[in-house]
């Protein structure tokens, strides 16, 4: 399936007028945003987006496609980008491995991932020896593949694990037969179901306690305009809370964004992550910051000697928590 790398600016430029009137859009603030995949998690931004969130608030986004969690954690450390929607897992790592990453919000904290096989794999014992993958190494993927092998009783080299980037792709190389099973999310695992593939393991049913997606910035960057950062948040929960609200107008959107043009199975994913997936107001997961820096610590023993607080900075939250602002979506 192909996808593009997409950079969003103005909701006229996206082909949908804003429904929010908004005052001084001449002053808009430019904020860059790196998101690492076309994926439910990422439906409630890009919502905020083309209905004029962002602007509300006064900003004015790009947002930029980065296929892997742990390329774009990379590229946070280097300033490419203001705030990124990245995986816990990779933004975790790269900080323990030296950068300046800090965790502000999170959207996803728990693994929404299912291991989609080959109609001709039923079992445990059929997935020997077989192709799975995932975005890159260290990416939330990779710990759902983990997780997934173990429940399984299988270990990593059971299996052949490749790195093929974003959910786009592992699509497409499990529709021609090139690998024989891949990490998806709803609404993509549908349609794979659709087509005579299965699940093998459903993450969301395994009870796996393990956070999935958050907000990221540098700490330079926090320091520098912590304004834009409380705008950002601001613009996260109000998204939220109206991608919750506006069914249809949410279900189309998600639909065009992840190129998936049966209302139905978008609605179907609408509603799990709606229910299980998407908070009110999207406080990072401290607990689950320490479940990450256990399992890093596995193949990093440097990550044992870190705590979950020097990874998150909840100031900002806290902010809108005392000004009032979070008491209209809680």
Do not use: C
């Not at 004015?60 to 995986?87: R, W």
């Not at 087509?195 to 049913?205: A, E, I, M």
């Amino acid at each position: 399936m192909k996808r593009r790398s997409l950079i969003l600016g103005t909701a006229a430029t996206l082909g949908i007028a804003s429904k929010i009137k908004f005052a001084g859009a001449t002053n808009l603030i430019p904020i860059s945003i790196g998101y690492d995949g076309y994926s439910m998690t990422t439906a409630p931004m890009y919502y905020a987006s083309k209905t004029g969130i962002f602007k509300k608030y006064g900003l004015d986004e790009k947002l930029i496609f980065v296929p892997g969690g742990s390329t774009l954690s990379q590229a946070g450390v280097g300033g490419s980008f203001d705030i990124a929607q990245n995986g816990y897992s990779p933004a975790i790592a790269a900080t323990v491995a030296g950068g300046n990453l800090v965790i502000v919000g999170g959207i996803s904290n728990t693994l929404p991932f299912q291991l989609v096989v080959s109609p001709n794999i039923r079992t445990a014992a059929d997935l020997r020896g077989k192709k799975i993958a995932i975005s890159k190494f260290g990416s939330s993927t990779d710990i759902s593949a983990g997780f997934a092998l173990t429940h399984l009783g299988l270990t990593r080299n059971d299996v052949t694990i490749l790195q093929l980037g974003g959910e786009g792709s592992r699509t497409a190389a499990l529709l021609t037969g090139q690998i024989d099973g891949s990490f998806e999310q709803y609404p993509r695992t549908a349609e794979l179901l659709q087509k005579g593939f299965h699940v093998l393991v459903d993450l969301t049913s395994i009870d796996v306690n393990y956070p999935n997606t958050a907000y990221v910035t540098n700490r330079p960057f926090l320091t520098d305009h912590r304004d834009v950062v409380e705008k950002f948040l601001m613009t996260i929960i109000d998204g939220i809370h109206q991608y919750k609200t506006n069914s249809d107008e949410a279900i189309a959107i998600t639909g065009e964004f992840l190129n998936v043009k049966d209302p139905a199975i978008v609605k179907q994913a609408y509603d799990l992550y709606n229910a299980h997936v998407f908070p009110a107001v999207p406080w990072p997961s401290q607990t689950g910051i320490s479940l990450v820096l256990d399992h890093l610590a596995k193949k990093n023993p440097k990550a044992a000697s870190f705590k979950p607080d020097q990874f998150v900075d909840l100031t900002p939250l806290q902010d809108l928590q005392k000004n009032g602002f979070l008491s209209k979506f809680q």
